[in-house]
């Protein structure tokens, strides 16, 4: 059978490599019976070439092409729903309804056209005018952007199709999207999809390139390679540092989400006043999704005593009771069951839990971990290993400094969560306590789980490292996400017929910009 | 005779370390008198547990506090000017006029109080506002930076004066500068004045601290410290890279700026409408500071011809004449000397200039260079070697398609230039050209020198790398500067007296805002 095509410069062609891989369906634990394409080098050398000729092109289009191309996109998409959410579903064991049909594919529609509504507006690219000076700067894209996608959410966040993708784009680049292996069977019919699109509103060819995967040497080459400018990552942190290594060796910017433990604080007075709401709301966080969320509610601190102890037991008991969802891979039941093995190594208690297997496929128990806040700031770092799954530990503290004492010991986290009571009666320890973790967070949020990002505008998808790459930028949220695959462009003393159409006076399509200081959408 | 003191955690002290320098006087050629400390490991380690202090109290600081240091500093330094600016001329060889009274210190103070302006209207944070799911994010300080000034502004580029450090507070961050080498004696002076406005103005202990010199073993250590928030560098790209490897591996955002050549294209037109204007537009730019600046035009690209030689020749006679002017340093000398041997080895001409010598101390003659655009694209590495000083290279080309090959093979750059008729008859050359040329180069310029940086909010002094490490951002221009030492937080359904100021429904100081996707400074 021969392997599935790649594209490469606008053609499905025939990979010119002989290695392949199949994907699996996680739930029957069978392989599924495509063959995908192990890409050799002189295929991504093809690719980035042809996005080098396809960003020069990009770079004169007007804004409107780039926006059509993006609603279109998003209209193929909807048309071709059940096939992709079955394909999608087959390779990750996510569930067709309510998760992959009803949540992540108009989720990613929704994306991708906020994202071409910001291409339309330019409202994405911060432009600045001095009028005494005649200085005027904006972001511009950067050229070829490198898209590696995670496991977890083979749509929203898919190499092509989701959040960088639709940011990439938006700010004019074109994208070689690396298939995740765990599912290129649903990566490959967005990418016809994103093709087609792509033709019909006059694209150039290679403003979309799909490879489903490269050996780890070859992806390194890929990320130093002079003709690539900038790289969007989600995934796994052993990989991602080796593909930031490489990038950051040629000054090549590399955005990377790669891990987050996402501590919850729930203080006294919240326990005292809604223990069996808290409980209710931290299971179904944590259970959601087989708990395969990047904000994952994975580290629970509270203080000991009484009221700890029945919050445990119930949470316990929710655990037990809860159906064991399928895991998205094989890896990802042997990453959750060694990870559980470092936390226990490291000095924490079980609490529930029988290892792997409880459900369908690939799979392991719903499992609650607990350890004491001394432990977990003597052994900080194997403490807070993340367990990418249906799983969570329980670090319980003697004082409110102790509390403290653990935040200062957490690594940089895409969120933080604190519950207290809404009488105020917990004000004093959220403010010993916040100041600490507020600094090692990108969300801050109140009485209320990470799980569920909203794409807002004032949405912070993203935290120190190692949480990502960069504390800066977010990676859900348009048009918050857009600026990283932006270079900052200035024009002195252009004149005025030269002058990108963002920038001129007229300002035909009413893009807000900061005007000597002051923000209008207004002509000059 | 003691070394001169170092500032740590508010104090002036004596260093524990053993070991110290001095600076010269590179016109006269004779070592200066004081002598200065090269820190140990041990006083790195004591200014960062300071830092990470003051950042505790600066977190909790109104912005006005922030903004009232920054101005207190910039008074104070106008008041002690006569003896800064006598002071860095006798360190750095610029004359005390008009060059750093009535230039860079003016530029230095208004710098702060810019810094001062956004610290205190929060214009810089992008703050934004989703009302419907209550989300609201802005940027924020990230913690201690370290900055690592440059040897050619002693004043507005300063460790401890300059843009980076007024960036870096204004963002609420603790600075540890490290002073240049060169100009130690300056950089004291100025560290003395921030320090007594600092306590006039209630800031903490640590909120600036001055380091003369450390080894480059101990600056990789600064670097890798978890305890260091940030980093700005401007300077040797060979330092400069080696900081930023050290960052890299822990994750630390670095923005360094490291060298440029600042490309000049002359189009056939605008030498027939006015080749002598432009020659003494040249002569001027390049020879301005004895051509020590970032954004010195070190590359003109012309095409061959009558015309040509004639400017040729007319700029090599200016060159000629010009009197010789004294370099920062004997480094910088032997920097200059050691660059025109490679580009001569590369296969450039020597057109003028007759090696070290030829003026008052460090010093070498006002040179040009001569290359074919065939001999420069074979050799683009070699032949792009920054020239740091009083030298320029024509570059020849054959075609319009010459030059874009030249163009195309041109690290990034701080700016790019381009010379045209006014009546529009190099359109066409121009359009094939300046595409290559836009993505290459942080700032481009129509009918413009280089060289005069405004502070402006348009301005970009930035560019793709190698030209600094990150091309999203500017060194340059308040706040565009500001938000590299930032990090975003994102704040989502927190109680409204838990939020910051900026976030708000009241918006009590009036900041520029985007909420629901519209800007504006009204309260919500």
């Known amino acids: 059978m021969a392997a599935q095509k790649v594209l490469i410069a606008g053609v499905w062609k025939h990979s010119d490599s002989t290695k392949t891989f199949q994907s699996e369906d996680p739930k029957a634990q069978t392989v599924l019976p495509d063959h995908y394409p192990v890409s050799d080098w002189d295929e991504c050398s093809a690719a980035l070439d042809a996005a080098v000729s396809a960003f020069e ?68 690219a911060n432009a600045t005018i001095d009028t005494a000076n005649n200085i005027r700067s904006c972001l511009a894209g950067i050229g070829p952007v490198a898209v590696f996608g995670p496991n977890n959410f083979p749509l929203a966040f898919g ?46 060819a290679g403003t979309v390139q799909l490879i489903y995967r490269l050996d780890h040497a070859d992806g390194e080459k890929l990320a130093r390679d002079p003709r690539l400018a900038a790289i969007g990552y989600t995934g796994s942190r052993q990989a991602g540092l080796k593909l930031k290594t490489a990038a950051d060796s040629v000054g090549t910017p590399i955005y990377l989400e790669l891990s987050s433990v996402n501590p919850v604080v729930i203080l006294p007075g ?34 000991s005593g009484d009221a700890t102890d029945q919050f445990v037991a119930a949470v316990s008991e929710k655990f037990k009771n809860a159906s064991v969802g399928t895991l998205l891979s094989k890896s990802g039941q042997d990453g959750l069951a060694s990870a559980l093995k470092t936390l226990q190594g ?77 009488d105020g009666s917990d004000d004093g320890d959220y403010d010993q306590i916040v100041p600490a973790l507020r600094q090692r967070v ?73 005007i000597d200081g002051k923000w209008t959408n207004a002509a000059i």
């Not at 279109?72 to 996510?94: D, G, V």
């Not at 005292?272 to 580290?299: H, K, V, W, Y």
């Not at 977010?474 to 990108?500: K, S, Y």
Request: hydrophobic share 40%.
């Open 159 to 204: 190499s092509i199709s989701g959040g960088d993708f639709a940011a990439a784009i938006a700010a004019g680049n074109p994208v070689i999207g690396k298939a995740n292996s765990m599912h290129p069977g649903t990566t490959r019919i967005l990418a016809e999809e994103a093709q087609a699109a792509a033709e019909s509103t006059g694209m150039p």
């Open 270 to 303: 919240a326990l005292a006043e809604r223990s069996a709401e808290i409980a209710d709301e931290f299971s179904s966080s944590c259970l959601m999704g087989t708990g395969q969320f990047c904000t994952n509610p994975g580290i629970v601190i509270l203080k």
């Open 346 to 422: 490291g000095g924490a208690e079980l609490i529930c839990g029988d290892g792997v297997g409880g459900g369908a496929g690939y799979c392991h128990s719903n499992t609650l971990l607990k350890v004491s806040g001394a432990e977990f700031t003597k052994n900080s770092e194997a403490l807070q290993t993340e367990a990418f799954g249906n799983a969570s530990m329980f670090i319980l503290c003697d004082s409110t400094e102790e509390i403290v004492n653990v935040v200062k010991s957490l690594e940089g986290n895409l969120t933080g969560c604190v519950y207290s009571h809404t």
């Open 57 to 124: 092109v990009m770079r004169t289009l007007p804004r409107e092409s780039i926006a059509k191309f993006l609603e279109t996109f998003a209209n193929r998409i909807e048309a071709r729903s059940a096939e992709i959410c079955e394909m999608a579903s087959s390779e990750t064991a996510l569930p067709v309804e309510p998760r992959l049909a009803s949540g992540e594919l108009p989720r990613t529609c929704g994306q991708l056209r906020a994202a071409a509504a910001a291409a339309r507006s330019g409202d994405w």
């Open 442 to 514: 990108g969300r801050l949020l109140n009485d209320k789980m990470p799980t569920g990002v909203a794409v807002s505008p004032a949405m912070n998808h993203g935290g120190p490292y190692p949480a990502t790459g960069h504390a800066g930028f977010t990676a859900v949220g348009i048009p918050g996400a857009i600026p990283r695959f932006a270079m900052l462009q200035c024009f002195d003393n252009i004149r005025p017929h030269r002058l990108p159409e963002i920038l001129t006076d007229k300002n035909p399509l009413g893009a807000w910009r900061s």
